[in-house]
């Protein structure tokens, strides 16, 4: 089955539950206590359980469900996103999705992946010099905290401001969390999501060159090691095949090139971590749907981090 037909009575999720969906969006907690607790589990068992017991998700086989409130001061934080405008909103629960013969309560498919859509900001192209600076990721499963997404202290200077208009004066405070103290609850959001005994299947479009080499040293500056489970996979080939009405190869297989193709409406500012998360979960149905591709076959493309020369200079 291919993965527009599995996602479609899904994606009426997506399309509802934008605005909606829990976005995690962390500017102040306790991580150094967080933090450390996690190294230490990580020296006696490679995926330690829950400190806290949580109760376990409505969704069949996930590990369990995931709680943010222990990790955050109790005061609240406004979020750097733009909200989404209800105009917006119904543009997006308009846009077309093809049909499948069941209704999504009775979808019956098991998924053969947990599949995250990530996307980063940072600040320049160079994956050993810059540093990410917002980071999100939404499961396409969807369902309640479904997504997650920060803002992050690269604890320098922004240098290409004018890709994504995030600047030194939002980053570099007090109150934003650098990545070491992300990590385990990023590590924490995913094993949440994930399904048991199913990998891990992250995708970002231009990933390999990008994203996922990014995210690679972020994890390796803090000395943890990504999990071995979590594979990746890049849509900017996958787009290299599309053809047009008469057979040719496409001009651009940009994100903003896919998403006027498929006549995706942009909400908020483009170049931001989960507007582009957004568009490429849309972009990834219709991709899917029109070159027929299967969940496994997708599998098949993926790669792991350690795929990746260490050091094969940026694109």
């Not at 001061?73 to 997006?92: A, D, R």
Request: charged share 25%; glycine share 4%.
């Amino acid at each position: 089955m291919s993965l527009s037909s599995i996602c479609c009575a899904k994606f009426h999720l997506l399309r509802n539950s934008i605005g909606d969906t829990c976005s995690v969006r962390w500017l102040k907690y306790h991580s150094r206590l967080i933090y450390e607790t996690f190294l230490s589990s990580r020296i006696h068992q490679s995926r330690p359980p829950s400190t806290t017991v949580l109760a376990r998700s409505t969704r069949k086989g996930s590990k369990q469900s995931f709680s943010n409130g222990r990790h955050l001061h109790s005061k609240s934080v406004e979020s750097s996103i733009e909200v989404f405008k209800q105009s917006e909103l119904e543009q997006l629960k308009s846009l077309h999705c093809y049909n499948v013969e069941e209704e999504f309560s009775e979808v019956k498919t098991e998924w053969p992946a947990t599949i995250l859509v990530f996307d980063i900001e940072t600040t320049g192209f160079s994956r050993r010099d810059d540093r990410i600076i917002e980071f999100a990721v939404r499961d396409l499963m969807g369902g309640k905290n479904s997504t997650f997404q920060t803002l992050i202290n690269p604890e320098k200077d922004v240098k290409n401001t004018y890709v994504h208009g995030i600047n030194n004066s939002m980053l570099c405070r007090p109150d934003v969390p650098r990545f070491g103290e992300i990590i385990p609850i990023l590590l924490q959001y995913v094993w949440s999501r994930q399904m048991d005994g199913k990998p891990v299947l992250w995708v970002a479009h231009n990933g390999r060159s990008f994203d996922v080499p990014f995210l690679m040293f972020e994890f390796r500056r803090c000395k943890v090691e990504m999990p071995g489970d979590w594979l990746f996979v890049d849509t900017l080939p996958i787009a290299k095949q599309l053809v047009d009405s008469n057979g040719s190869k496409l001009s651009s297989v940009s994100l903003k090139f896919l998403r006027e193709r498929y006549k995706i409406p942009l909400t908020g500012s483009a170049h931001r971590a989960m507007q582009d998360v957004t568009t490429l979960s849309y972009v990834l149905q219709k991709l899917t749907f029109e070159l027929k591709l299967t969940v496994p076959q997708l599998l098949e493309k993926s790669f792991r981090a350690s795929d990746l020369p260490a050091n094969r200079p940026a694109k």
